[in-house]
């Protein structure tokens, strides 16, 4: 039977294609951390492959024989919330059924009924202690879904972790392991009362804050390899500068492309085809519209305050992460469940490319349903588009609708970038949008690919688009500005044309004198300058 591309829980290499887990993270620095008694968290966007490691890592400890391991996700604890002695009795029960599955004996069973009598908030460390004293080694535990737990249940189950800490590892758990999305020490936790305690107070035993990465460039060509291996169908090399710039090695994205790719994209089951980066175009395309589980949770994540005060000034332009405007709370949060990306010396920027494109269109969705402009208004006899007509209409509409429309947004201070783009994702049918804007970027890049036939390699039409906020004095803008739609055009190549966009919010200024146009040379290009 033919292996898949895992798209859906934790990897089984007899069913899909799997890069080894325990290559994933430093198996050595954890062995370490377990001889030496730690305890300490492994943390990571959702869908990286976290629960997959942490499987591998229990059985990889198990066969070794010098420790008992078990691993238990928790995460059913959430749906008591605040009440502990429900919580405390649902984890426990999990922790029993994983036990007996390692085990093989009733010893864990024994436990659970030895602790139904005691209070929530000393139930789960007594079960602990009882269950390491029964056995004939130490005990590491795994806990997957921490940080599902909330307010009064997370703190209790903390707090008894770390009042057994002492005891290790004779009637204790020699290691716990906590897995989640977020470092424990970044935990802000709401009690019953609305106190607030933060999750290093509540467990300052933490030895360690260990970040599960994203693939590699070389770990995805081996995972999509091993398609190639089995089923003889090959990829375009051309495909994985691509695949890396979509997804930057996040697991899920680039299983999701594969299986799309090899799969859904039926045409694509004869294995005699060989995958195109057109094809690998279209599949990114397919998954952003389809808006999978994977998507739909990021998507619901842009509704979040501190998801918007780190969004928007990077569609705004804005310099305020570099002005210390943005809380570095919020920021970490961002980072945490893997929207956002930072290296050292580098501006904040979107984590991946299919990130980077479903934000604006996420955001603009509703929009886009309600313009009336069709593709065909600005379509060329040959098919490629008419940019100067289009933005001309844009224009226009702009003025007309600009301030009501940019209301319905919920990045209003975004609003005007997400207007344009609302309008070009409904006009570019057919073709391509990519987009590059980040905190200090003072700019969003556009770039337009409009292939003008159906046949992978044809004639694409390429324009590139330069949007800014106008800040400064015009003179100033259009000189910046005029600058790096040069370089942006370099950097692309074979481009057909160059807009400047500029954003003028200025209240006191008409629309007479805010809507223009005027062609500039620089460098020996044309570049066409708009005011808006």
């Given at each position: 039977?033919?292996?898949?591309?895992?798209?859906?829980?934790?990897?089984?290499?007899?069913?899909?294609?799997?890069?080894?887990?325990?290559?994933?993270?430093?198996?050595?620095?954890?062995?370490?951390?377990?001889?030496?008694?730690?305890?300490?968290?492994?943390?990571?966007?959702?869908?990286?492959?976290?629960?997959?490691?942490?499987?591998?890592?229990?059985?990889?400890?198990?066969?070794?024989?010098?420790?008992?391991?078990?691993?238990?996700?928790?995460?059913?604890?959430?749906?008591?919330?605040?009440?502990?002695?429900?919580?405390?009795?649902?984890?426990?029960?999990?922790?029993?059924?994983?036990?007996?599955?390692?085990?093989?004996?009733?010893?864990?069973?024994?436990?659970?009924?030895?602790?139904q009598d005691f209070g929530a908030d000393s139930m789960l460390s007594q079960y602990l202690s009882l269950l390491c004293q029964s056995l004939d080694k130490p005990l590491v535990l795994i806990l997957d879904e921490i940080d599902a737990l909330v307010g009064d249940s997370l703190v209790s189950v903390l707090r008894q972790i770390r009042s057994g800490y002492a005891n290790?590892?004779?009637?204790?758990?020699?290691?716990?392991?906590?897995?989640?999305?977020?470092?424990?020490?970044?935990?802000?936790?709401?009690?019953?009362?609305?106190?607030?305690?933060?999750?290093?107070?509540?467990?300052?035993?933490?030895?360690?804050?260990?970040?599960?990465?994203?693939?590699?460039?070389?770990?995805?060509?081996?995972?999509?390899?091993?398609?190639?291996?089995?089923?003889?169908?090959?990829?375009?090399?051309?495909?994985?500068?691509?695949?890396?710039?979509?997804?930057?090695?996040?697991?899920?994205?680039?299983?999701?492309?594969?299986?799309?790719?090899?799969?859904?994209?039926?045409?694509?089951?004869?294995?005699?085809?060989?995958?195109?980066?057109?094809?690998?175009?279209?599949?990114?395309?397919?998954?952003?519209?389809?808006?999978?589980?994977?998507?739909?949770?990021?998507?619901?994540?842009?509704?979040?305050?501190?998801?918007?005060?780190?969004?928007?000034?990077?569609?705004?332009?804005?310099?305020?992460?570099?002005?210390?405007?943005?809380?570095?709370?919020?920021?970490?949060?961002?980072?945490?469940?893997?929207?956002?990306?930072?290296?050292?010396?580098?501006?904040?920027?979107?984590?991946?490319?299919?990130?980077?494109?479903?934000?604006?269109?996420?955001?603009?969705?509703?929009?886009?349903?309600?313009?009336?402009?069709?593709?065909?208004?600005?379509?060329?006899?040959?098919?490629?588009?008419?940019?100067?007509?289009?933005?001309?209409?844009?224009?226009?509409?702009?003025?007309?609708?600009?301030?009501?429309?940019?209301?319905?947004?919920?990045?209003?201070?975004?609003?005007?970038q997400l207007l344009l783009q609302a309008f070009l994702q409904r006009i570019v049918n057919g073709g391509y949008i990519d987009r590059e804007y980040g905190l200090g970027r003072k700019r969003t890049d556009l770039l337009i690919r409009k292939p003008l036939t159906d046949s992978y390699g044809g004639p694409v039409q390429r324009i590139v688009l330069e949007l800014k906020i106008k800040r400064e004095a015009l003179d100033t803008v259009i000189s910046n500005g005029l600058q790096q739609t040069a370089e942006y055009m370099d950097l692309v190549g074979s481009v057909d044309e160059g807009h400047l966009i500029i954003f003028d919010r200025s209240k006191d200024k008409s629309w007479d004198e805010r809507i223009w146009h005027k062609p500039y040379?620089?460098?020996?290009?044309?570049?066409?300058?708009?005011?808006?």
């Amino acid at each position: 039977m033919e292996r898949f591309f895992n798209t859906a829980g934790p990897n089984n290499p007899e069913d899909s294609y799997t890069i080894n887990p325990l290559t994933r993270f430093d198996l050595d620095d954890i062995l370490q951390l377990i001889r030496q008694k730690k305890y300490f968290v492994l943390h990571a966007p959702r869908q990286t492959g976290k629960t997959s490691c942490m499987l591998a890592l229990r059985d990889y400890l198990n066969k070794e024989g010098d420790y008992v391991a078990v691993y238990a996700n928790i995460e059913a604890g959430q749906a008591s919330r605040n009440d502990k002695a429900t919580v405390m009795k649902s984890t426990i029960d999990t922790l029993t059924g994983e036990f007996r599955l390692i085990l093989k004996n009733k010893k864990a069973d024994e436990a659970r009924k030895a602790v139904q009598d005691f209070g929530a908030d000393s139930m789960l460390s007594q079960y602990l202690s009882l269950l390491c004293q029964s056995l004939d080694k130490p005990l590491v535990l795994i806990l997957d879904e921490i940080d599902a737990l909330v307010g009064d249940s997370l703190v209790s189950v903390l707090r008894q972790i770390r009042s057994g800490y002492a005891n290790r590892p004779a009637a204790f758990p020699q290691t716990i392991i906590l897995c989640g999305v977020r470092d424990v020490r970044d935990y802000r936790i709401v009690l019953s009362n609305q106190d607030i305690v933060t999750g290093g107070s509540a467990f300052n035993i933490k030895a360690a804050s260990l970040r599960l990465g994203n693939f590699s460039k070389e770990e995805i060509h081996e995972l999509y390899m091993q398609h190639t291996q089995e089923t003889g169908q090959a990829f375009d090399e051309a495909c994985f500068p691509m695949i890396w710039e979509a997804t930057e090695g996040q697991p899920w994205l680039v299983n999701a492309l594969a299986y799309e790719v090899t799969w859904n994209m039926k045409e694509n089951r004869n294995r005699s085809i060989t995958i195109t980066p057109e094809m690998i175009y279209r599949a990114q395309e397919n998954i952003i519209y389809r808006r999978d589980t994977h998507i739909d949770i990021l998507i619901d994540k842009l509704s979040e305050s501190r998801v918007r005060r780190v969004i928007e000034p990077m569609l705004t332009n804005s310099d305020d992460a570099e002005d210390g405007l943005i809380p570095t709370d919020d920021i970490q949060y961002v980072e945490d469940i893997g929207l956002i990306k930072r290296e050292r010396g580098k501006p904040i920027r979107i984590a991946n490319g299919i990130y980077r494109e479903i934000i604006p269109r996420e955001l603009t969705w509703n929009t886009q349903q309600l313009l009336i402009q069709q593709p065909q208004w600005f379509q060329r006899p040959d098919g490629s588009i008419d940019m100067e007509k289009l933005l001309l209409d844009f224009q226009q509409f702009f003025r007309q609708n600009a301030d009501s429309w940019i209301e319905r947004f919920d990045y209003r201070e975004a609003g005007p970038q997400l207007l344009l783009q609302a309008f070009l994702q409904r006009i570019v049918n057919g073709g391509y949008i990519d987009r590059e804007y980040g905190l200090g970027r003072k700019r969003t890049d556009l770039l337009i690919r409009k292939p003008l036939t159906d046949s992978y390699g044809g004639p694409v039409q390429r324009i590139v688009l330069e949007l800014k906020i106008k800040r400064e004095a015009l003179d100033t803008v259009i000189s910046n500005g005029l600058q790096q739609t040069a370089e942006y055009m370099d950097l692309v190549g074979s481009v057909d044309e160059g807009h400047l966009i500029i954003f003028d919010r200025s209240k006191d200024k008409s629309w007479d004198e805010r809507i223009w146009h005027k062609p500039y040379t620089y460098q020996e290009r044309t570049i066409m300058v708009w005011g808006m």
